[in-house]
């Protein structure tokens, strides 16, 4: 007879509703299939690119013949310097006064975690609030470091637009020490942005408030630029408020498997700064020890080399293009064949996700009449889109409206 195991108590966890899509995708026998799901960048061919500027980077790291030693428990220096001066800009006070201090992270995954194991160290009875709707790895993250997680309005349904009156007004309300997680740019999965005069109401709320800013810019340099995408984080910096920011280049270098990520603090003074840094390399030290270095290297050469940064700019650029040109294209096909409802506001959105309006019960049938994966919630993934099955994606949407 078995004896009980102290793992009968643990109960089968949910699939992930965007993973656990793309393996069904991936077994679907139908010839004519499309994955909008999961948040990767394609090719025109509808292949994950290997970029002009990571193919550079990599033949360099291979010539220096390096051999395959332990990075330090923040991470590379080249790659965490680069970082602050991609967020920041090169000649950020923050910089040169020392008040930064960055960490390499697996992913804006890890940034995101790290960042909120070590803000549930500092708070007590810490809550967070996400934008509705968000990233719903947001809200995982920040419920398994222990925060107490709400929401704040930030789509409006029947509008189609951000309800920013309501969002300003949501965090007006927040008690003291609340960390407040925002899409810097490219909001997933609306792919619908504040405008910079948006901005600057919510750094003063944040400001007069006292709440705590944790941005997350997984996507800069797919909206408008890498410049541009940076606005909301400027005029973070200028404010002179303590705030964290989670970036990742696995979309922006298509170096998804690499997991390469930096998580940013931005502190009062360096010495305070000093102090933030002893106790984030605590709580990695005490999770995955250091980071990995190929990635690190990849991205730290380009961040240093101005010929290199310009071959990324150039390949954003590409990227950026392409995802647009996308935007256009579906809402001409839809227009085209009719469509019960207007889909001109997709080309107003920005980055790799549109929020399509679509119901949950509209997006099952595209799976299962059609063989096109959307997640649940309507967000598709335009950069998923081609030539050769955008008019295909179309119709099939215009068949379920």
Same mark, same amino acid.
């Given at each position: 007879?078995?004896?009980?195991?102290?793992?009968?108590?643990? +109960?089968?966890?949910? %699939?992930?509703?965007?993973?656990?899509?793309?393996? +069904?995708?991936?077994?679907?026998? /139908?010839?004519?299939?499309? !994955?909008?799901?999961?948040?990767? #960048?394609?090719?025109?061919?509808?292949?994950?690119?290997? *970029?002009?500027?990571?193919?550079?980077?990599?033949?360099?790291? @291979?010539?220096?013949?390096?051999?395959?030693?332990? *990075?330090?428990?923040?991470?590379?220096?080249?790659?965490?310097?680069?970082? =602050?001066? @991609?967020?920041?800009?090169?000649?950020?006070?923050?910089? &040169?006064? &020392?008040?930064?201090?960055?960490?390499?992270?697996?992913?804006?995954?890890?940034?995101?975690?790290?960042?909120?194991?070590?803000?549930? =160290?500092?708070?007590?009875?810490?809550?967070?609030?996400?934008?509705?709707?968000?990233?719903?790895?947001?809200?995982?993250?920040?419920?398994?470091?222990?925060?107490?997680?709400?929401? #704040?309005?930030?789509?409006?349904?029947?509008?189609?637009?951000?309800?920013?009156?309501?969002?300003?007004?949501?965090?007006?309300?927040?008690?003291?020490?609340?960390?407040?997680? @925002?899409?810097?740019?490219?909001?997933?999965?609306?792919?619908?942005?504040?405008?910079? %005069?948006?901005?600057?109401?919510?750094?003063?709320?944040?400001?007069?408030?006292? *709440?705590?800013? $944790?941005?997350?810019?997984?996507?800069?340099?797919?909206?408008?630029?890498?410049?541009?995408?940076?606005?909301?984080?400027?005029?973070?910096?200028?404010?002179?408020?303590?705030?964290?920011?989670?970036?990742?280049?696995?979309?922006?270098?298509?170096?998804?498997?690499?997991?390469?990520?930096?998580?940013?603090?931005?502190?009062?003074?360096?010495?305070?700064?000093?102090?933030?840094?002893?106790?984030?390399?605590?709580?990695? /030290?005490?999770?995955?020890?250091?980071?990995? +270095?190929?990635?690190?290297?990849?991205?730290?050469?380009? *961040?240093?080399?101005? %010929?290199?940064?310009? =071959?990324?700019?150039?390949?954003?650029?590409?990227?950026?293009?392409?995802?647009?040109?996308? /935007? /256009?294209?579906?809402?001409?096909?839809?227009?085209?064949?009719?469509?019960?409802?207007? $889909?001109?506001?997709?080309?107003?959105?920005?980055?790799?996700?549109?929020?399509?309006?679509?119901?949950?019960?509209?997006?099952?049938?595209?799976?299962?009449?059609?063989?096109?994966?959307?997640?649940?919630?309507?967000?598709?993934?335009? +950069?998923?889109? !081609?030539?050769?099955?955008?008019? #295909?994606?179309?119709?099939?949407?215009?068949?379920?409206?």
């Amino acid at each position: 007879m078995m004896s009980e195991s102290i793992f009968d108590v643990v +109960a089968q966890a949910p %699939e992930d509703p965007i993973l656990g899509l793309n393996e +069904a995708f991936k077994t679907d026998p /139908r010839e004519k299939k499309v !994955n909008l799901s999961i948040g990767v #960048y394609c090719t025109e061919e509808g292949k994950v690119p290997l *970029l002009n500027v990571v193919e550079k980077a990599e033949q360099k790291i @291979l010539e220096e013949g390096a051999p395959h030693t332990y *990075l330090p428990i923040s991470g590379l220096p080249s790659f965490t310097s680069g970082v =602050q001066k @991609l967020l920041f800009g090169e000649d950020s006070a923050l910089i &040169k006064d &020392k008040k930064a201090v960055t960490v390499q992270s697996l992913g804006g995954t890890g940034a995101l975690k790290v960042g909120a194991d070590f803000l549930a =160290q500092v708070l007590p009875n810490p809550e967070a609030i996400v934008s509705a709707p968000t990233w719903q790895n947001h809200v995982a993250i920040f419920e398994q470091a222990g925060f107490e997680v709400g929401s #704040y309005p930030y789509y409006d349904k029947a509008s189609g637009e951000i309800n920013f009156p309501a969002m300003l007004e949501s965090l007006k309300g927040l008690k003291e020490n609340t960390v407040v997680i @925002l899409h810097a740019c490219c909001h997933n999965p609306t792919g619908l942005d504040l405008t910079q %005069e948006q901005w600057a109401q919510v750094v003063d709320v944040c400001a007069a408030h006292k *709440l705590i800013p $944790f941005l997350d810019i997984a996507y800069q340099g797919f909206g408008d630029g890498l410049e541009e995408d940076a606005g909301a984080i400027r005029q973070f910096a200028a404010s002179g408020i303590t705030f964290l920011v989670a970036n990742s280049f696995s979309k922006s270098f298509s170096l998804y498997g690499e997991r390469i990520g930096a998580l940013t603090v931005v502190c009062h003074n360096s010495e305070e700064a000093s102090r933030v840094m002893s106790a984030l390399k605590a709580v990695i /030290r005490a999770n995955y020890s250091n980071p990995p +270095a190929h990635g690190a290297k990849i991205v730290g050469q380009v *961040l240093n080399d101005p %010929e290199l940064l310009a =071959q990324w700019h150039a390949d954003l650029k590409e990227m950026r293009e392409r995802i647009k040109e996308m /935007r /256009r294209d579906l809402a001409d096909e839809l227009k085209a064949l009719g469509a019960k409802k207007d $889909f001109e506001f997709v080309t107003r959105q920005k980055g790799m996700f549109s929020f399509s309006g679509l119901t949950p019960e509209q997006v099952q049938r595209l799976k299962d009449e059609f063989g096109v994966y959307a997640v649940k919630s309507g967000r598709i993934c335009v +950069a998923s889109l !081609n030539k050769g099955n955008v008019k #295909y994606t179309a119709e099939a949407i215009k068949e379920v409206l």
